[in-house]
């Protein structure tokens, strides 16, 4: 449900705009107000789990996220909207870190916990690459005549059954001890990222008033204190959100940057498109989602090979894989320049397929080790937080993505121009992003002897999951 909510909105977001009578700004805030509230309750929700119980958290995340999905539906304004997507982020925050966590607790070590595992890593694969394609088979087909509201409101029948299957099936678990929020860390990050992203995502289309300068202003105390208040957890022996002492890592605080660019780059890649080519060129939502399935194609034909191959090269992985994805995005951009200076009913879908199909294949090359080689120089006593961080920045980055594509929109209906523009400065990013790698650790151990992952990677992967999923046992 998380992943098909993320990737199906998309397509929906100018029917939406219309419908609510909004701008831009709407499409803008639906998927940002998603993304900030996931942002900022993921750590969180995996503490609560290892708190107050995973299955328990996790009902009352599938429970808050049905509900908030409803509500998404029923919106009959674009306040009601944005408030129902940063409540369905905010129990996407508790309910999503809580599922790895119980498949190594209810799963025994071997070929049971083995197949649990793909088949999750199988539905993950097939959440990304079909949300999109969903979402233009509800519009195309008009579902019952609801719309775009059909997007949200199939997370209610599924949400339901997901509900019925963990009351049947699933036990209950908890860390011992159980770990102790560091509520101030997230109070002050909270503040400090909602006024920074406040006036990036909806100060451009009123002129940037005072409020926003305002904001923008007020949100140099907010992370200043918030760095304050880490730097005294971490001296006094408790549990920050950020340790401080973890940024002052080259390669760690370089690989924070080159994830930011990476991430914000896809997020404002995909919003730019869903613009470009519905509000400036008129194409219908399956035509995009058919057309954009070009990328998560080439995600699959390089993923699997570098999940193989890129460990012991993950700086060379990352590096080629950035470049190709700057290429592949150049290339659409150049797509859409020639749209602009030409006839606009000249663009066709084969003119954007083989752009997104490298951009995609580079994507794959890169993704699968960036995680491992950003997290590499961490001791491993760090690693849990460590891992965490990366997750949230991952999130942030979406939402930066966003407002930055907003800023370089064009009017209240871009066009191929303001896509292009997009499309270049993501491009940009990918290359600054590449230029970065140089700071990542050159690669990892993918073996020792006797065929088996050494446990310095075996920690750092295990603490990547517990922390995207926390509170799940190490192997």
Same mark, same amino acid.
Do not use: K
């Given at each position: 449900?998380?992943?098909?909510?993320v990737t199906a909105v998309n397509v929906a977001l100018p029917r939406i705009?219309?419908?609510?009578?909004?701008? =831009?700004?709407?499409?803008?805030?639906?998927?940002?107000?998603?993304?900030?509230?996931? $942002?900022? @309750?993921?750590?969180?929700?995996?503490?609560?789990?290892?708190?107050?119980?995973?299955?328990?958290?996790?009902?009352? !995340?599938?429970?808050?996220?049905?509900?908030?999905?409803?509500?998404?539906?029923?919106?009959? #304004?674009?306040?009601?909207?944005?408030? *129902?997507?940063?409540?369905?982020?905010?129990?996407?925050?508790?309910?999503?870190?809580? @599922?790895?966590?119980?498949?190594?607790?209810?799963?025994?070590?071997? /070929?049971?916990?083995?197949?649990?595992?793909?088949?999750?890593?199988?539905?993950?694969?097939?959440?990304? +690459?079909?949300?999109?394609?969903?979402?233009?088979?509800?519009?195309?087909?008009?579902?019952?005549?609801?719309?775009?509201?059909?997007?949200? %409101?199939?997370? +209610?029948?599924?949400? %339901?059954?997901?509900?019925?299957?963990?009351?049947?099936?699933?036990?209950? #678990?908890?860390?011992?001890?159980?770990?102790?929020?560091?509520?101030?860390?997230?109070?002050?990050?909270?503040?400090?990222?909602?006024?920074?992203?406040?006036?990036?995502?909806?100060?451009?289309?009123?002129?940037?008033?005072?409020?926003? +300068?305002?904001?923008?202003?007020?949100?140099?105390?907010?992370?200043?204190?918030?760095?304050?208040?880490?730097?005294?957890?971490?001296?006094?022996?408790?549990?920050?959100?950020?340790? &401080?002492?973890?940024?002052?890592?080259?390669?760690?605080?370089?690989?924070?940057?080159?994830?930011?660019?990476?991430?914000?780059?896809? $997020?404002?890649?995909?919003?730019?498109?869903?613009?470009?080519?519905?509000? !400036?060129?008129?194409? #219908? &939502?399956?035509?995009?989602?058919?057309?954009?399935a070009a990328w998560p194609a080439g995600m699959a034909l390089t993923a699997? =090979?570098?999940?193989?191959?890129? =460990?012991? /090269?993950? /700086?060379?992985?990352?590096?080629?894989?950035?470049?190709v994805m700057a290429c592949g995005v150049g290339g659409v951009a150049g797509?859409? @320049?020639?749209?602009?200076?030409?006839?606009?009913?000249?663009?066709?879908?084969?003119?954007?397929?083989?752009? %997104?199909?490298?951009?995609?294949?580079?994507?794959?090359?890169?993704? =699968?080790?960036?995680?491992?080689?950003?997290?590499?120089?961490?001791?491993?006593?760090?690693?849990?937080?460590? #891992?965490?961080?990366? @997750?949230?920045?991952?999130?942030?980055?979406?939402?930066?993505?966003?407002?930055? *594509?907003?800023?370089?929109?064009?009017?209240?209906?871009?066009?191929?121009?303001?896509?292009? /523009?997009?499309?270049?400065?993501?491009?940009?990013?990918?290359?600054?992003?590449?230029?970065?790698? *140089?700071?990542?650790?050159?690669?990892?151990?993918?073996?020792?002897?006797?065929?088996?992952?050494?446990?310095?990677?075996?920690?750092?992967?295990?603490?990547?999951?517990?922390?995207?999923?926390?509170?799940?046992?190490?192997?």
């Amino acid at each position: 449900m998380d992943l098909v909510d993320v990737t199906a909105v998309n397509v929906a977001l100018p029917r939406i705009q219309r419908d609510l009578h909004a701008g =831009p700004w709407l499409g803008r805030w639906t998927v940002s107000a998603y993304a900030l509230a996931y $942002a900022l @309750t993921l750590v969180t929700g995996g503490r609560l789990g290892d708190i107050l119980g995973r299955r328990r958290v996790l009902l009352a !995340g599938l429970a808050g996220f049905v509900f908030a999905s409803w509500a998404a539906g029923a919106a009959h #304004s674009p306040g009601a909207l944005i408030a *129902a997507r940063a409540a369905q982020g905010v129990f996407a925050g508790v309910m999503v870190p809580q @599922t790895l966590s119980v498949i190594g607790v209810q799963f025994p070590p071997g /070929r049971a916990r083995a197949r649990a595992f793909t088949l999750y890593g199988m539905l993950l694969g097939a959440a990304q +690459v079909g949300g999109p394609l969903l979402g233009g088979l509800l519009l195309h087909y008009d579902v019952a005549g609801l719309g775009w509201r059909a997007i949200f %409101l199939v997370n +209610v029948p599924v949400g %339901l059954v997901a509900l019925l299957g963990v009351d049947r099936w699933m036990d209950d #678990s908890r860390a011992t001890p159980p770990p102790r929020l560091d509520v101030a860390g997230v109070l002050l990050a909270g503040t400090g990222a909602l006024a920074l992203t406040l006036p990036l995502v909806q100060g451009r289309e009123p002129g940037w008033p005072r409020w926003s +300068v305002f904001l923008l202003v007020a949100s140099v105390p907010a992370l200043a204190a918030f760095g304050a208040v880490e730097a005294r957890r971490e001296r006094l022996g408790l549990s920050p959100l950020v340790p &401080p002492s973890l940024l002052r890592r080259r390669s760690f605080a370089a690989g924070l940057v080159l994830t930011t660019a990476l991430f914000g780059a896809v $997020a404002a890649c995909f919003i730019a498109l869903t613009w470009g080519l519905q509000s !400036g060129l008129g194409w #219908s &939502p399956l035509r995009v989602a058919l057309t954009g399935a070009a990328w998560p194609a080439g995600m699959a034909l390089t993923a699997q =090979p570098t999940h193989r191959l890129g =460990p012991p /090269r993950a /700086r060379a992985f990352v590096r080629t894989g950035l470049l190709v994805m700057a290429c592949g995005v150049g290339g659409v951009a150049g797509a859409f @320049t020639g749209a602009f200076t030409g006839a606009e009913g000249d663009l066709r879908p084969w003119h954007l397929v083989p752009g %997104l199909l490298v951009a995609g294949i580079g994507m794959g090359l890169a993704l =699968p080790v960036l995680a491992n080689a950003v997290l590499a120089d961490v001791p491993a006593d760090a690693s849990g937080a460590a #891992s965490g961080v990366y @997750t949230s920045v991952t999130q942030f980055a979406g939402v930066l993505g966003v407002a930055v *594509a907003g800023i370089l929109a064009d009017g209240a209906s871009p066009g191929p121009a303001a896509t292009a /523009r997009t499309l270049g400065v993501a491009a940009v990013a990918l290359l600054g992003a590449g230029a970065l790698s *140089a700071l990542l650790p050159r690669g990892l151990a993918w073996a020792d002897a006797d065929g088996r992952a050494p446990s310095r990677l075996g920690t750092i992967r295990a603490s990547l999951l517990r922390h995207v999923h926390p509170g799940r046992p190490s192997r």
